[in-house]
């Protein structure tokens, strides 16, 4: 239907008695069912019993916005059908307190949801409502999916002590966490060396700032965990406030470390029902590092309380989930309350959202709508906007899972220390770049759970969780960290460059042969999965050299390499010649190089360290010697890269290039 109909049609509604007699002329007589099946934005799939959510024109959003009574708006056809299903409230989903005026100008004062009891037949009500003229969209609210999560408790007793020594911080469960620099040895089925997030080498460059602020949506964050309350976004009005008192008028009552939106009220973690799903993603993102205690964070500072700060935002309690209007909510307090990543552990049922036309629906769905806010809101003065990242989902379907799955928010698969993807994993379309997820095996009839990732759980306790759900937030951290180091840098990233650093600075993946599939005890066939786990294993260091403009070249670990430094110069098809002695005695020491020659544009050396440095390599452009004096000749120029020697990498004997770039073959 043409929108300017629509909104005179609507128009004429506010006048009308009822939504039911509503009977407009149509020059195209289409009935009021057929004018109505247009305004529904999802099914009633997994949705919340007697709630519905619609999008009404502006001219009804002002009538109800100066509405006395929550139930008799003054409009009548909605007044109407309030009467008919005993409606009990109808109040704005968004929270026009804070940034109003931006809010209006996304239309996001046009949500509310409708009460009613539950026991009216919800897609009976949702007729109704959608032949009100009044009402653009009709939305069910649909229940995100509980993730399904099993917590294996770590016995802070019986933690071994090995590969302390290399060990950049001195929390006690860092040896374990592979999924942060895999050496190999962990204890799963072919672990593989160099199957992490690469970290270490980028907390050479930035462990975090406490300016950058991410919201955990998700399980309630428990925040006197002694591992995470340093690092905590606190609301300090409220800190210092009245208890049951909004002190700093934001719509929200003691909302000191975040909010929670299934039962309105403080943060819980404590229910029947809840598994420490938040406070184990928040523990991945921002754990206190360097504190002597449990685990470190991606981007959880150096000790010194430069962490990167976190808030929760509750969207599941005691096993309840939030419906969409909620959490849409949840979403739009992220970015009021200044968190310029959005760390999203969560999603709908598979095939609840078909595709991206439907789950933009003209980019008018709630969550959308809640999206598009935090995406547009600057939070930070070295991101110029808000990032979303989502876990891709645990079906091990061929496609992530929705919101996820939305073409303009990162979504993250899930490998485990073999390197390889994880049985519960989904790929493939929707998914664009991979992180370790962990996984647990079987071992003569037991389950082993140290290829899982750790973290911290409520209690001031620790323990191993699977899923991309565990993925995820290794990916949030990174940005975070990208985000820290723009900012240690004076450079300002446009969210759409900061997405694109994330989604290219990972490594290749290539796949071979099968593995066990521990959820079903069959095998995977992992040829499948080549080219579908987005652009591979995300890099944390590579982010960072990306988020510098600096190019890292791969170098494999203690073997000759010949690396053609034309590959990555220019378009990777220039005529340079490389100038020689232009590698510091400190980085041939870091990276424990036996021998390093130039010939022509090729560099030959050997690396017995690994690890990361910063090279200046010199080279002349055009001519086999630079010009000057008696000789006429190319010119002399220079360009940084970044060595990374890791265990894996192959280089191409002809070529001298990455076989996969820095793949893991
Ligand atoms: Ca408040
Ligand atoms: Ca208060
Ligand atoms: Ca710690």
């Known amino acids: 239907m043409n929108r300017t109909k629509l909104f005179i049609l609507a128009l004429m509604g506010v006048c009308l008695a009822s939504c039911t007699t509503d009977n407009v002329d149509e020059p195209q007589s289409a009935s009021p069912e057929a004018i109505a099946a247009k305004k529904f934005v999802n099914t009633s799939a997994d949705a919340i019993e007697g709630e519905l959510i619609i999008y009404v024109d502006e001219a009804t959003a002002l009538q109800l916005e100066g509405a006395e009574v929550a139930t008799r708006s003054g409009v009548s056809s909605l007044d109407a059908f309030a009467a008919e299903v005993g409606a009990t409230a109808i109040k704005p989903v968004f929270n026009l307190k804070v940034n109003a005026e931006r809010k209006r100008a996304l239309d996001m004062h046009r949500w509310y949801t409708v009460s009613f009891p539950a026991e009216e037949n919800l897609d009976e009500a949702a007729q109704r409502l959608a032949q009100c003229e009044v009402v653009e969209l009709v939305q069910f609210a649909t229940r995100i999916a509980q993730p399904k999560v099993t917590a294996t408790e770590i016995n802070l007793d019986e933690v071994a002590t090995t590969r302390v020594a290399d060990m950049p911080f001195d929390d006690t469960l860092l040896p374990k966490q592979w999924h942060y620099n895999n050496d190999g040895t962990v204890d799963f089925p ?26 955990i ?29 909004d002190d700093d008028n934001n719509g929200y009552v003691d909302d000191v470390y975040g909010y929670n939106f299934v039962d309105n009220g403080r943060i819980t973690w404590t229910r029947n029902g809840d598994g420490g799903h938040g406070t184990h993603v928040a523990g991945t993102v921002a754990a206190v590092n360097n504190n002597g205690i449990g685990v470190a964070g991606v981007a959880g500072g150096s000790g010194n309380g430069d962490g990167v700060r976190i808030f929760s935002c509750q969207i599941i309690s005691g096993g309840n989930a939030a419906g969409v209007n909620a959490t849409a909510a949840a979403v739009e307090y992220a970015a009021d309350r200044g968190a310029c990543i959005l760390q999203n552990s969560w999603g709908f049922n598979a095939g609840d959202i078909a595709n991206d036309n439907m789950f933009e629906t003209g980019q008018t769905s709630v969550e959308w709508k809640a999206f598009q806010y935090f995406m547009s809101t600057k939070n930070h003065p070295n991101l110029e906007g808000g990032i979303i990242i989502f876990a891709a989902g645990n079906d091990g379907k061929a496609y992530a899972g929705y919101p996820a799955a939305y073409n303009k928010l990162i979504a993250v698969s899930a490998i485990g220390a073999d390197g390889n993807p994880t049985y519960y994993t989904c790929y493939d379309r929707g998914c664009n770049v991979t992180a370790p997820g962990g996984e647990y095996f079987r071992r003569n009839g037991s389950t082993v759970e140290s290829g899982c990732v750790v973290s911290t759980l409520p209690g001031d306790k620790y323990a191993l969780m699977q899923g991309t759900s565990m993925a995820c937030p290794h ?53 499948v999965y080549n080219n579908k786990m987005g652009t591979g294993l995300i890099d944390a260091y590579r982010v960072l050299m990306a988020v510098r403009g600096t190019t890292c070249i791969p170098i494999p670990l203690g073997e000759q390499a010949i690396l053609d430094i034309n590959y990555y110069i220019g378009d990777g098809n220039l005529q340079v010649k490389m100038l020689e002695s232009t590698i510091s005695d400190e980085v041939k020491d870091k990276l424990g190089i036996t021998d390093c020659r130039f010939m022509g544009s090729k560099l030959l050396l050997t690396c017995t360290k690994p690890g990361t440095a910063l090279v200046t390599l010199k080279y002349i452009a055009g001519g086999n010697t630079a010009g000057g004096g008696q000789i006429t000749g190319g010119m002399e120029a220079e360009q940084e890269f970044a060595f990374v020697v890791r265990p894996g990498i192959k280089v191409d004997e002809g070529t001298g290039a990455p076989i996969v770039p820095g793949g893991w073959l």
């Open 190 to 215: 072919n672990a593989k060396a160099g199957a992490d997030i690469n970290l270490f080498a980028a907390w050479e460059l930035t462990t975090g700032r406490p300016d950058v602020v991410v919201a």
């Open 217 to 245: 949506v998700d399980e309630g964050v428990c925040y006197t965990h002694k591992d995470l309350q340093p690092n905590m976004h606190v609301n300090e009005a409220e800190q210092n406030g009245e208890e049951g008192v």
């Open 475 to 527: 990916v949030s951290g990174i940005a975070a960290l990208a985000i820290s180091y723009a900012a240690d840098n004076g450079i300002v990233l446009t969210l759409s460059e900061l997405k694109d650093i994330i989604v290219s600075s990972a490594s290749g993946l290539k796949f071979e042969g099968t593995k066990s599939n521990y959820g079903t005890n069959g095998t995977m066939n992992l040829q």
